[in-house]
């Protein structure tokens, strides 16, 4: 009853280095997310991906990329570290049914990353 | 747009004293209203969700949350607190588009024994 699973658990990176955050789902969900979460500011949007092939941005964008060739992958690319990218990134899915938006999203149990 | 905001970022009770944690939304159209609970190194996990349905919501372990249209919140309560409460706790608006969730700044529930 695997759910979302996320690797690596922690990473550290050295400042304009480079990775992939994976991200997998085993629920079939067409919609899949990445937020980053630091203290005091609650969960932050990143990516979202409404099925595979489509992706589009949230709220902070920016230094990273994210692609969606299957409906089971979703990960997210980080090309030069910034120590502002230092944070605990989490992944989501949920499945989509018509006209209901109260389905729930389902986490993996994240990415803590540390960029010096 | 919507918006949601959690008053007190952290909370602190006594094991069997009642836990009341707030949360007021913002939002143009009937929202879909989500509480999550996240325990340390782990990641978020549903608790109760609104869906128009019924106005007081209940959820696992003995929380529940009632909508209140005319004061826009979405309150999270439990009569009686456990040491295995204590956590992290978002409430969370969906929008329409994607099913993105907004979430709110989080509050830290601290149960004393």
């Known amino acids: 009853n695997a759910g979302v699973t996320q690797t690596p658990k922690f990473r550290i990176l050295k400042i304009g280095q480079s990775m992939t955050l994976q991200c997998a789902q085993d629920?079939?969900?067409?919609?899949m997310y990445w937020y980053r979460q630091d203290p005091g500011m609650g969960l932050k949007l990143i990516y979202y991906?409404?099925?595979?092939?489509?992706?589009d941005k949230g709220e902070v964008p920016n230094g990273y990329n994210v692609s969606r060739s299957t409906t089971e992958d979703f990960p997210l690319r980080l090309e030069l570290a910034a120590p502002s990218q230092t944070s605990v990134y989490f992944c989501?899915?949920?499945?989509?049914?018509?006209?209901?938006?109260?389905?729930?999203?389902?986490f993996g149990d994240g990415t803590r990353l540390s960029i010096l | 747009a919507q918006s949601v905001t959690q008053l007190g970022s952290h909370v602190s009770v006594s094991e069997g004293a009642l836990v009341l944690l707030r949360c007021n939304y913002s939002?143009?159209?009937?929202?879909?209203l989500f509480w999550y609970v996240q325990y340390p190194n782990q990641g978020l996990q549903l608790l109760l969700k609104?869906?128009?349905?019924?106005?007081l919501v209940k959820g696992i372990n003995g929380f529940e949350a009632e909508f209140k249209k005319s004061e826009t919140s979405f309150h999270l309560t439990k009569p009686s607190a456990h040491m295995s409460d204590a956590a992290e706790y978002f409430c969370?608006?969906?929008?329409?588009?994607?099913?993105?969730?907004?979430f709110g700044q989080g509050t830290e529930l601290s149960v004393k024994p």
């Open positions: 989501a899915s949920r499945a989509h049914v018509r006209d209901r938006a109260n389905q729930p999203q389902h």
């Open positions: 629920m079939n969900h067409n919609y």
């Open positions: 991906s409404v099925g595979a092939g489509i992706t």
């Open positions: 939002s143009s159209v009937p929202p879909y």
């Open positions: 609104y869906t128009s349905a019924a106005t």
């Open positions: 969370a608006v969906s929008t329409n588009q994607g099913g993105k969730l907004i």
